[in-house]
Nanobody, 125 residues
């Protein structure tokens, strides 16, 4: 069983920064790819970023490239999402998730089996 707990969300002005954290319990964290997704009411969950188990491979959605950076610390069982240059359209609930199987595509929600409860990010204009 894996539990994921996000933190770090909040209200920020456009152009500001936030750092999201996702603390994981369970022994499989260090061997699993991790991802961040976001969702606004009435829309499907959207891929934001993903990172391989080693941290050597990273993927970002086009909408956040150059602004968001995903990282992980396997010693702390934590994955991070550094968000800079925030825009009002980044407003959403942000979720972290653990990849279900190694080697699967990391940009789709179906590739993940455990999810956190989400943390709200609100960017004011």
């Amino acid at each position: 069983q894996v539990q994921l707990v996000e933190s770090g969300g909040g209200l920020v002005q456009a152009g500001g920064s936030l750092r999201l954290s996702c603390a994981a319990s369970g022994r499989t964290f260090s061997s699993a790819a991790m991802g961040w997704f976001r969702q606004i009411p009435g829309k499907e969950r959207e891929f934001v970023a993903a990172i391989s188990w080693s941290g050597l491979s990273k993927y970002n959605a086009d909408s956040v490239k150059g602004r968001f950076t995903i990282s992980r610390d396997n010693a702390k069982n934590t994955v991070y999402l550094q968000m800079n240059g925030l825009k009002p359209e980044d407003t959403a609930v942000y979720y972290c998730a653990k990849q279900k199987l190694p080697g699967a595509t990391m940009t789709v929600s179906q590739a993940y089996d455990y999810w956190g409860q989400g943390t709200q990010v609100t960017v004011s204009s």
